[in-house]
């Protein structure tokens, strides 16, 4: 069975420092990955996809792809107060079933 | 251009009664994927629709059922509902072809009573 592991948090990080959050995943067939933001009482944003080992920048947010380690991370730099939210890392296969979602990270931008 | 769209937003039934949901994709896109959230189960797959076909599906029940509509719409019918259906349920289109992400719509909560 696939499993995504997330630490939960609370992550504490102050505004304009960088947010690093990691993710982990079990399944080495896993070929694609993604990091959604969701806030409270509101659906699942998308805010970055990658598929190939190495970094992906856009804006602010880079992620990052292991394959060997089987790991995934989202960095997000420059953090503001509106970045406060759960984050979460989901992987797919194509072909085999659905996203498969960590139960995410909750970060909090403080002052 | 329109995001993906979910009617109703709340509902309340009861138990042992039906539900429908329903869920119009971005345009242009062929996938529509289902999904549940709960606070203690996090977000789980149930199925996913491509081209009127159930092209994958999760590990749920008989009872929770979907299909999809040649204009791509998709509906979700969940029967004989349990205390334990009260979620979140998710809507999601792609374009359905290999590393195309996936994008939500606002989601429609269950209420089981």
């Known amino acids: 069975q696939k499993e995504v592991e997330q630490n939960s948090g609370p992550l504490s990080v102050p505004e304009g420092a960088i947010a690093s959050l990691n993710c982990t995943y079990s399944?080495?067939?896993?070929?694609?990955f993604f990091w959604y933001r969701q806030y409270s009482g509101k659906s699942p944003e998308l805010i970055m996809s990658?598929?190939?080992?190495g970094d992906k920048e856009d804006g602010r947010f880079t992620a990052q792809l292991n394959k060997a380690s089987q790991y995934v991370s989202l960095l997000i730099r420059d953090s503001q107060p509106s970045d406060s939210a759960t984050y979460l890392c989901a992987v797919n296969i194509w072909g085999a079933d659905g996203l498969t979602f960590g139960k995410g990270t909750h970060l909090i931008i403080h002052p | 251009k329109a995001g993906v769209t979910q009617t109703p937003r709340y509902l309340i039934k009861t138990r042992g009664q039906q539900v429908t949901l329903s869920c119009s994709p971005i345009?242009?896109?062929?996938?529509v994927s289902w999904y549940q959230q709960t606070p203690g189960q996090g977000l789980q797959f149930l199925f996913e629709y491509f081209s009127e076909t159930q092209r994958n599906k999760g590990n749920f029940p008989g009872r929770f059922s979907g299909r999809q509509f040649s204009n791509s719409r998709s509906e979700m019918n969940v029967s004989t509902l349990e205390l334990g259906d009260s979620a979140l349920y998710l809507c999601a289109s792609s374009l359905g072809t290999p590393n195309q992400p996936q994008h939500f719509g606002d989601g429609t909560r269950l209420s089981i009573l």
């Open positions: 399944d080495r067939g896993s070929q694609s």
């Open positions: 345009s242009g896109h062929r996938s």
């Open positions: 990658i598929y190939s080992n």
